[in-house]
């Protein structure tokens, strides 16, 4: 079973819709902040921000802190004889909670139509201390907070909300936090509901005593009561957020403990953006934990930062990404601080069309594309070397269908001294046979090309503006989806360091580029696109077709599938995917 786990996303909704694009997983879990303000624009919140303070300040004189501040008005403005200036702000107070509580509801609404794109998957969302308890809003189906699920043979329970109020969310709406009670009271809700439950898997925003849970300046943070709970049960992992700063791996009385740090864009204590994009995905076999991965995703492409996975009793830690790890270490953003490239206007135009069709994935696109990570395991496990595919056709859409061939580009590193024809050389002969061995019982399949990443490498470093390969790998790593993208990344952010090599390269694939997308094939298949997405009941957004018009430059009613050729009974007869 594969978990992938996401925490403090913060509004980032677009962020978590790519996320779930270019990932697949049994099971997605958040754990808290889904949301960053209560409204649709910061001075609406600033000024609600404003009404509080005004009115906490006056709770506080009336020693009335027992009650929520939108009660606290409630009650104040039935008292008679109130000044006009009370009145004039409790009234407008009254009117932003209304209004935040139905801006927030339409927002996990958002939030609930971008988690529907996976219906096969298990999604679990946490409330933290930025949201509304979720039991109101369209995610209650997937609330975790006191509640359980089973995930196979496993029992994932969670705990939402924290120690501290945020200002501007609505007091009334928040999880009314329970989880900082002594234990031995035998009043701490979070302490009582897991010896209840006894789950294997434990989610929680606010973390454990002594785990995650130092913020700087102010010490730990964390729950003793959740400490204790881990530290004296069988609990297989506690999931928690919350905490930026302190996140990582932590093995603690046989508990996995982990943070993820931000996965949306959050504001420091000293006033920057963090640039966020974390997220950890799980390898679990039974109650056994095989492998733990920490990635970044950065626009579409995923990084691999760090492998952690047990070895002779003990779990071991891999660097794979020592930069962005140690940008992650020293509070620095890494991604945020280069310069954003811009593809030639018809790649743009592509990659947008392309993740609109991503959202309705089909399930004989995920076989295949969990065949290429297999080959990419086994070639690991099994040969000396690596390798790495960028996907294309209707696997790199999102819409392979059962008869579709899976058309793929290969990169390996050839032995430096080795000159001649690239399939010649030793790597790549052993991952073909690996890749003829998986895929031919089953699947039609085309290594459209073979890179060799040293070439590409050497050219990058001494600005070759004429290598053919640098070229090709500019433009596959433009269009296309890859497997095992932590073999390619190291080329791509040097490549990226060289904006100006990047463009030119771009510049000189142009041309070649717009006599791909005018060929009948490259149309057809377009066609094919629409006329499976139609085949599921859905319509082309107009949104959409204008930027398939704008990519085709022709009338958009000429990729009308009512149009276009029948089908072949023939598989062979189909044009390549």
């Known amino acids: 079973m594969r978990i992938i786990y996401i925490a403090d996303i913060h509004g980032a909704f677009d962020r978590v819709k790519q996320l779930l694009s270019e990932t697949m997983a049994d099971v997605f879990i958040i754990a808290g902040d889904l949301i960053d303000i209560p409204f649709y624009n910061m001075s609406t919140a600033i000024h609600y921000h404003e009404l509080q303070s005004y009115f906490h300040g006056l709770r506080v004189r009336m020693h009335k802190e027992s009650m929520t501040i939108e009660d606290f008005v409630d009650e104040l403005l039935d008292m008679p004889d109130l000044s006009a200036e009370i009145e004039e702000n409790g009234t407008k107070y009254q009117q932003y909670t209304i209004r935040a509580r139905r801006v927030l509801q339409q927002k996990y609404k958002v939030l609930e139509n971008i988690l529907s794109i996976k219906p096969k998957a298990q999604m679990f969302a946490l409330p933290g201390n930025y949201d509304m308890d979720l039991k109101y809003t369209a995610l ?74 130092r913020v700087n300046q102010f010490g730990t943070s964390g729950s003793s009561a959740l400490r204790h709970y881990c530290d004296n049960n069988p609990v297989v992992m506690c999931l928690t957020g919350h905490v930026h700063m302190d996140w990582g791996f932590q093995m603690t009385e046989n508990t996995i403990y982990l943070n993820p740090s931000n996965f949306g864009e959050v504001t420091t204590l000293t006033g ?245 997308i005018n060929t009948g094939e490259h149309t057809r298949s377009f066609k094919k696109y629409e006329s499976r997405i139609r085949e599921i009941g859905i319509r082309i957004p107009e949104t959409v077709r204008s930027k398939i018009k704008a990519y085709f430059q022709q009338d958009p009613d000429e990729l009308n599938p009512d149009q276009a050729p029948s089908t072949p009974e023939n598989p062979d007869d189909l044009p390549k995917d």
């Open 140 to 213: 209650h189906e997937r609330d975790l907070h006191l509640h359980w699920h089973s995930m196979k043979d496993l029992k994932i329970a969670g705990y939402g909300g924290a120690d501290i109020w945020t200002p501007g969310v609505p007091e009334r709406y928040v999880v009314r936090y329970q989880g900082d009670v002594p234990f031995e009271s035998g009043r701490n809700e979070m302490y009582n509901f897991f010896k209840a439950v006894k789950p294997d898997i434990i989610v929680t925003h606010q973390p454990a005593h002594g785990v995650h849970d």
């Open 272 to 516: 920057g953006v963090a640039e966020g994009g974390f997220f950890y995905t799980i390898e679990m076999d039974g109650r056994q934990v095989e492998k733990i991965v920490f990635r970044k995703l950065v626009g579409d492409r995923i990084h691999d930062i760090a492998d952690y996975y047990p070895e002779n009793g003990r779990w071991q830690e891999f660097l794979v990404d020592t930069e962005r790890y140690a940008a992650l270490k020293e509070g620095r953003n890494f991604d945020m601080k280069e310069s954003k490239y811009s593809h030639i206007p018809e790649v743009r135009l592509y990659n947008e069309i392309k993740q609109f069709y991503r959202t309705f994935q089909t399930q004989a696109t995920d076989e295949r594309l969990e065949k290429l990570e297999e080959i990419a395991r086994l070639i690991d496990e099994n040969v000396q070397g690596d390798i790495a595919m960028d996907v294309m056709g209707s696997t790199n859409m999102g819409l392979a269908e059962t008869t579709s061939d899976i058309d793929f580009v290969v990169y390996v590193r050839c032995d430096p001294v080795f000159a001649g024809d690239i399939n010649a050389c030793l790597e790549y002969q052993e991952a073909e046979k690996i890749i003829e061995t998986v895929l031919k019982p089953k699947y039609a399949f085309q290594i459209m090309d073979t890179i060799d990443l040293n070439i590409v490498e050497k050219a990058i470093r001494e600005r070759d503006y004429e290598c053919e390969m640098a070229m090709r790998f500019v433009a596959y790593r433009a269009i296309c989806r890859p497997i095992n993208y932590r073999f390619i990344a190291p080329v791509e952010d040097l490549l990226n360091q060289d904006m100006e090599y990047r463009s030119e390269l771009e510049g000189s694939i142009r041309s070649y580029f717009r006599i791909f």
